[in-house]
């Protein structure tokens, strides 16, 4: 659930600044990997379950975030748990591995949120969160990259989500951000489902921002849900790598829950 300090690097790169200091003072699914407590962006919507308790978990090829990987293009394995009352109130938490690309930094995003999820009538739902971003395993001098993201959403008809996120310090980097992202999901038949989204970051301090965007499909496949994937942005940042864009990839999950 989550950004990362890749895509803060990449900006700033794009603006010729200089990284050196930044990485000693900043170290980041869709709804199923990117934005995943992404395998979800963000702090899960409460829905409506069989109970106040709802949990999930997933094995993916690549944890992506807002077009970002988060595992430097490897598989990653995440778990959340959410606890919700009647009043819409939700708690929960949501953890993943990570990798940087750096030696020095964490193995382990750790997010916790608190939310509001209220229904305005049979169409519309907002859903107000607080998220707080934190990491564990970094090795000494890499500095502190927790931070805190607020987010608002609202959803119309179970298909259509929009998104406004501010994180005030990200990355604990003095530098705030803005995300907006519009995304949705819709039943295709037999039990399959289309989901796909765009989303816009923008950095304070004239940083330039970047788009995010990602097509994916999906389907239950007995106690198990397959979905398939594809993320990119339009950050390039070294066109002869493997990796040109920051993304650019299909992701394959396995997922588990009843959420």
């Not at 106040?52 to 094995?59: E, F, K, N, Q, R």
């Not at 990798?99 to 739902?125: A, C, M, Q, R």
Request: hydrophobic share 35%.
């Amino acid at each position: 659930m989550r950004p990362n300090t890749l895509a803060l690097a990449l900006a700033l790169a794009f603006c010729s600044l200089p990284l050196s200091a930044m990485a000693q003072d900043s170290g980041a699914a869709t709804e199923n990997a990117q934005d995943a407590p992404a395998a979800t962006d963000e702090a899960p919507a409460a829905e409506e379950s069989s109970g106040p308790v709802t949990w999930s978990l997933a094995l993916t090829s690549d944890y992506v975030f807002r077009g970002i990987t988060q595992t430097n293009y490897d598989p990653a394995l995440q778990a959340g748990l959410t606890y919700t009352w009647d009043s819409g109130v939700y708690v929960g938490a949501w953890t993943s591995n990570v990798d940087f690309g750096d030696s020095l930094g964490p193995d382990i995003e750790f997010d916790t949120y608190v939310g509001w999820s209220h229904d305005i009538d049979d169409k519309w739902n907002v859903d107000l969160s607080a998220v707080y971003y934190s990491y564990f395993g970094d090795k000494e001098g890499y500095g502190n990259i927790d931070y805190i993201e607020l987010i608002g959403k609202a959803t119309w008809n179970d298909m259509l989500t929009f998104q406004l996120a501010y994180a005030p310090d990200y990355s604990n980097a003095d530098v705030s951000t803005i995300y907006a992202n519009i995304g949705g999901s819709w039943e295709l038949g037999n039990e399959f489902s289309l989901n796909a989204g765009i989303g816009h970051t923008n950095f304070s301090d004239d940083i330039d921002g970047y788009t995010d965007w990602n097509v994916g499909i999906s389907r239950p496949v007995g106690p198990v849900t397959l979905a398939l994937n594809y993320y990119d942005t339009d950050l390039d940042f070294d066109s002869s790598a493997e990796h040109s864009h920051a993304s650019d990839e299909f992701v394959f999950t396995i997922s588990l829950g009843n959420d």
